[in-house]
Nanobody, 130 residues
């Protein structure tokens, strides 16, 4: 059974940094897309950053040059990270780790609607104060 478990959220002042982690386990596929989505109150869930099994990354325009997605790969287990720098109050949201296990590419996958993403973590709150 696939499990995605996030950690690392918290509160920080504008300009600060946080690193989110997502421990992914329980899968046995070589091809995948994994990434981070976020949802602020009253807003739609949006893609933030993604990485595919070839290591190609993709970012939302609003976080380019500030956020970095990376992964530590092991057999049937992967830890996904999101390093968030120069945080802004508008980055405040619940951040969710997500994954799909089929041949996919990070850029189009990041634009998939919520209902078409296969697996989700429970979410971790990020709050940025001005």
């Amino acid at each position: 059974q696939v499990q995605l478990v996030e950690s690392g959220g918290g509160s920080v002042q504008s300009g600060g940094s946080l690193r989110l982690s997502c421990a992914a386990s329980g899968y046995s596929y070589h091809s995948y897309c994994m990434g981070w989505f976020r949802q602020a109150p009253g807003e739609e869930r949006e893609g933030v950053a993604a990485i595919d099994s070839d290591g190609t990354t993709s970012y939302a325009e609003s976080v380019k040059a500030r956020f970095i997605i990376s992964q530590d790969k092991a057999k049937n287990k992967n830890t996904l990270y999101l390093q968030m720098n120069s945080l802004k109050p508008e980055d405040t949201a619940m951040y969710y780790c997500a994954a799909d296990f089929f041949l996919c590419f990070s850029e189009p996958w990041l634009l998939r609607p919520r209902r078409l993403i296969g697996y989700w973590g429970q979410g971790t709150q990020v709050t940025v104060s001005s």
